[in-house]
């Protein structure tokens, strides 16, 4: 810090994951944290929805506004009408999912469930492991075999590269699976390509070889699963041979996988939430979690998998939401088709959207229906953000919001075991504000007079820290205060699985795969209109749309990498503008021919701003809102699309 100002942002050193280095996107933050874009003061809209034009209000209109429209709202169409939108701008608890829920809750507005990233694979891991638990990153430096499947580590989890650097000095192998040959795969010593969502069918295939081959660990097999009778039934249907046609993986190379996954040790899987973004996805994160079960794998330090590790942070997450403040339970309407809530939902209709922490805008599925809805006149448009992004562009009243070196929270964590309290250490810039204030201002402005929507940020921490989990033991305000992070009460080292709480059930009744509709083994029909399988997966220097105002971010997430293979026939070369189009709508990218990804995948890396394109649009407009197979998620990776050179 410098006169007020913060000069510099680190990692901190004493961090046992972190280790003193942030990711390339937050070592710019503080560009974004100055920037001339930020929102300072509440405005209230004067242009068309979604032309961007916006005048200065004071937060005394702004709160009597919103607050007399959603009674009104509420006294014509009932409490359901109002839908709150809020996902992952912030880890923090108390300004992702604290005084924010108990105002919806205490309004009766209708509830939202909050799929758009991670319900499929959480829902898959629930029902094979019976809890959202994987190794710790500090164990992967003992692993032999390291296999990223469908996790781009050194774009989306950097943190834990230098493990696997080390793992791989003391003679690990790496491998990863994956359509896309980004960073991580090009480092990687052996990289499948796998044709996309069609991971179960190679998790089968090896359990297969592994079964036939007797490699699996008997011991903890008979121990700690059941069902294997059943599974030595189900994988005959899936031999190498016909494994290979499915996910293009040779029959030879999925034996050689198998063999090598089932006899090294330890061995470990990070998966990331890369699979379970197609409409496969439940299965493929059953399928490949139920590897490390077959082979023992959870027993040895270093070994296992990891695609979350977001159960354990067992907070008191009902008393911070108060759930009952909402005594008659209302509708729960699902984010990932946020389009179809706007435009065809009855019964009540939504007639006010409440938006925070989230730019549906550019992020959710079927983009067209999604901006058809947030264009209606009838509807009332609240954001609360810390930039004009796409869907602020929408707003009817616009709420400028702090960041998190502004406010004060508590962080959990998906990918590591530490909880961490974070102070603010710079003053709210112009009349900017927390989530948590906003929705204490409203509550007042509402007249909700319950003591709750007097909670100081403190007490709600109290709250979160006094579930009485085993897991919190020890972990105090104070605690916090004094140390930062504290790693959570867990065994040293924590094997989550070694011992497992409960059996694990292979449930092989359900292990059936059908390839994706919208895949090359899909819809024929479908895909003789749209033959190339788009990928829109995590950009390197951005989070989502986050510091999707930033123009080289804009120059990354314009590109689209394509196989000569399809790119010739197309008379398309690199640097080329083209269009991608199917049923739902078209955006327009530049190609770049290059090795990144095999024939008849196409990849660009997401979330552009729409608003940064000439059509205005990104790829989601592309992406159907079908829903994933378990959790009600959406299928970004599954997406049928033809892609024409225009004219230059
Ligand atoms: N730099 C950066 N870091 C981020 C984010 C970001 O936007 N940028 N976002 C954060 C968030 S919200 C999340 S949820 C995590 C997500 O982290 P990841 O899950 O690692 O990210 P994704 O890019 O969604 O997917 C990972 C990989 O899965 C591959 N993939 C796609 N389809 C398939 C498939 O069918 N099978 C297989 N095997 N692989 C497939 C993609 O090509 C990609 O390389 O990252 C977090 N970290
Ligand atoms: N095509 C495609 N689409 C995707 C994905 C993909 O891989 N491909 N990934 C999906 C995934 S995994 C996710 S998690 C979602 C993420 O989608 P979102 O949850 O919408 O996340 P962001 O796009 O980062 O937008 C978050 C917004 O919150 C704002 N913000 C940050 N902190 C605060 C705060 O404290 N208060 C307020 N009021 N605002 C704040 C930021 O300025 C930012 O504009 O996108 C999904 N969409
Ligand atoms: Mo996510």
Redesign the pocket.
């Known amino acids: 810090m410098r006169d007020g100002q913060a000069v510099q942002l680190r990692g901190d050193a004493t961090h046992p994951v972190t280790q003193g280095f942030v990711?390339?996107?937050v070592a710019r933050y503080l560009e974004r944290q100055y920037s001339p874009e930020r929102l300072l003061h509440p405005q209230k809209r004067i242009g068309a929805k979604g032309e961007g034009r916006f005048a200065r209000i004071s937060w005394d209109e702004a709160l009597e506004t919103i607050a007399a429209r959603l009674n009104s709202i509420r006294a014509e169409h009932g409490a359901e009408a109002v839908l709150p939108y809020s996902y992952?701008g912030t880890m923090g608890l108390l300004n992702g999912a604290g005084m924010d829920r108990r105002f919806f809750h205490r309004l009766g507005a209708s509830r939202l469930d909050r799929t758009i990233?991670?319900s499929a694979g959480g829902a898959a891991l629930e029902s094979t492991l019976g809890a959202r638990l994987g190794t710790e990153p500090e164990r992967f430096r003992h692993a032999r075999l390291i296999v990223a499947?469908?996790?781009?580590?050194l774009?989306?989890?950097?943190h834990l590269w230098p493990f696997i650097v080390q793992a791989r000095r003391n003679g690990a192998r790496f491998c990863v699976?994956?359509?896309?040959r980004?960073r991580?795969?090009a480092l990687a010593d052996k990289h499948f390509f796998?044709?996309?969502?069609?991971?179960a069918a190679l998790a089968l295939g090896m359990m297969r070889v592994i079964l036939d081959e007797h490699l699996e660990d008997a011991d903890y097999v008979a121990r700690h699963t059941t069902g294997i009778g059943e599974l030595r039934k189900k994988v005959r249907d899936y031999p190498p041979e016909r494994v290979a046609g499915l996910t293009g993986i040779p029959a030879e190379q999925i034996r050689a996988l198998a063999r090598e996954y089932a006899t090294t040790r330890p061995a470990v899987i990070r998966l990331?939430?890369?699979?379970q973004?197609?409409e496969r996805g439940g299965l493929?994160v059953r399928a490949i979690s139920l590897l490390p079960a077959l082979t023992g794998a959870w027993k040895d330090p270093g070994g296992g998998l990891q695609l979350t590790t977001s159960g354990a942070f067992r907070l008191n997450r009902a008393g911070l939401e108060m759930p009952e403040l909402d005594a008659r339970g209302a509708r729960t309407v699902n984010m990932s088709r946020l389009g179809h809530a706007l435009t065809e939902l009855d019964t009540p209709p939504v007639k006010a959207l409440v938006v925070y922490n989230s730019n549906p805008a550019a992020i959710a599925p079927h983009q067209n229906r999604v901006i058809e809805g947030l264009r209606r006149e009838d509807l009332f448009t609240v954001v609360l953000e810390q930039f004009q992004t796409d869907t602020a562009d929408y707003a009817d009243i616009l709420l400028p919001a702090t960041t998190f070196l502004e406010h004060t929270d508590l962080y959990f964590a998906y990918g590591h075991y530490y909880l961490q309290l974070a102070r603010p250490v710079v003053a709210a810039p112009g009349e900017t504000k927390s989530n948590v204030e906003v929705f204490r201002l409203l509550a007042r402005r509402m007249g909700f007079e319950d003591p709750c929507f007097g909670d100081s940020e403190d007490g709600m921490i109290r709250t979160l820290l006094g579930s009485g989990d085993p897991f919190l033991g020890g972990i105090t305000l104070e605690r916090l205060e004094r140390e930062h992070f504290v790693r959570l009460n867990l065994p040293d080292p924590f094997l989550p699985f070694a011992e497992p709480a409960r059996k694990i059930d292979f449930q092989a009744a359900t292990l059936d795969y059908q390839p994706p509709v919208e895949s090359r083994h899909g819809d024929t029909a479908l895909r003789a209109l749209y033959p190339l399988e788009l990928?829109t997966?995590?950009?390197?220097?951005?989070?989502?749309s986050?510091f999707g105002h930033r123009a080289e971010v804009d120059r990354q997430t314009a590109t689209l990498a394509m196989h000569g293979a399809d790119a010739a026939p197309r008379g398309i070369v690199s640097g080329d503008r083209v269009r991608l189009f199917n049923a739902r709508g078209s955006c327009e990218l530049t190609a770049e021919v290059d090795g990144a990804v095999p024939p008849g995948v196409v990849?660009a890396a997401?979330?552009r701003w729409n608003k940064r394109a000439p059509d205005r649009r990104n790829t989601n407009v592309l992406v159907s809102d079908r829903l994933t197979d378990l959790g009600g998620g959406p299928v970004?990776?599954s997406c049928l699309i033809q892609v024409e050179k225009c004219a230059q």
Do not use: E
């Open positions: 990711c390339g996107k992952a990233c991670s499947w469908g996790a781009n580590i774009a989306t989890n950097a699976i994956d359509p896309v980004d991580t795969a796998i044709h996309p969502g069609s991971d990331n939430y890369g699979v973004r197609s493929s990928i997966p995590k950009n390197h220097d951005s989070l989502n986050s990849r997401s979330v970004f990776y």
